[in-house]
């Protein structure tokens, strides 16, 4: 069966700091992979998607970047945090042509 | 832009209670919906896919149903419990890869 593993499942972090969330999937090969953020009482926002190693679509211009450095591997990162990237960030998955989303636990980040 | 709408954002109801929630999205030419439950500090956990195709799709004392030419599908809880309390969300998916969320309704359920 598959699953997907988001780390770690909190991070306080000050604002200037680097930031890399990882997320790994098991039990497929060449999902689509997407990074999700979630403020607080709000919907979610699609930050990246990728549909392969290497490819990565941003939908926001933002202060986050994402790479996919193997099929099952998709990182969300940052050089500076700011205040404005606290939220909470879900990892998800869907296979190509079933478009059925499968999210991961989740990261609280908060930057202070 | 394509606009997913959630409402009521909040519902409390009796326990055993019948309820709707619902979801309206503003394109019709769907590629699927799915709704999804999320508990406090948690993710999101897939309940019920329809695919653009279907009418409706049942599981358990769940029922969705999606009529695409209004641009509206609702989530029905038979008989509520305390356990069924939770953020539910709805998603539409256009085209490949892109999946629009709704802003959710968070229901309680009170014993």
């Known amino acids: 069966s598959q699953t997907i593993h988001q780390w770690p499942a909190t991070l306080v972090q000050p604002v200037g700091s680097p930031l890399s969330l990882e997320c790994t999937v098991e039990?497929?090969?060449?999902?689509?992979l997407y990074w999700y953020r979630q403020a607080a009482g709000r919907g979610l926002q699609l930050l990246f998607y990728?549909?392969?190693?290497?490819?990565i679509s941003s939908e926001v211009p933002q202060n986050l970047s994402a790479s996919r450095p193997q099929d099952r591997q998709f990182i969300l990162s940052s050089k500076k945090l700011l205040l404005s990237d606290s939220g909470f960030y879900l990892c998800?998955?869907?296979?190509?042509?079933?478009?059925?989303?499968?999210f991961g636990s989740g990261t609280q980040l908060s930057v202070l | 832009k394509q606009e997913v709408t959630q409402i009521p954002a909040a519902l409390s109801v009796p326990e055993g209670e019948n309820l709707v929630l619902n979801c309206s999205f503003t394109?019709?030419?769907?590629?699927?919906l799915q709704w999804f439950r999320q508990d406090p500090g948690k993710g999101l956990t897939s309940l019920l896919l329809i695919q653009s195709s279907q009418r409706e799709q049942t599981s358990g004392r769940l029922n969705a149903s999606l009529d695409k030419s209004s641009g509206r599908s609702t989530l029905y809880i038979a008989a509520s419990q305390p356990g069924d309390s939770a953020t539910y969300l709805c998603a539409v998916v256009y085209n490949f890869n892109k999946f629009y969320f709704g802003s959710g309704t968070k229901l309680n359920v009170k014993p």
């Open positions: 394109d019709s030419a769907i590629y699927n």
């Open positions: 998800a998955w869907s296979v190509r042509g079933n478009e059925k989303l499968f």
């Open positions: 039990g497929t090969s060449n999902p689509n």
């Open positions: 990728s549909v392969g190693i290497g490819q």
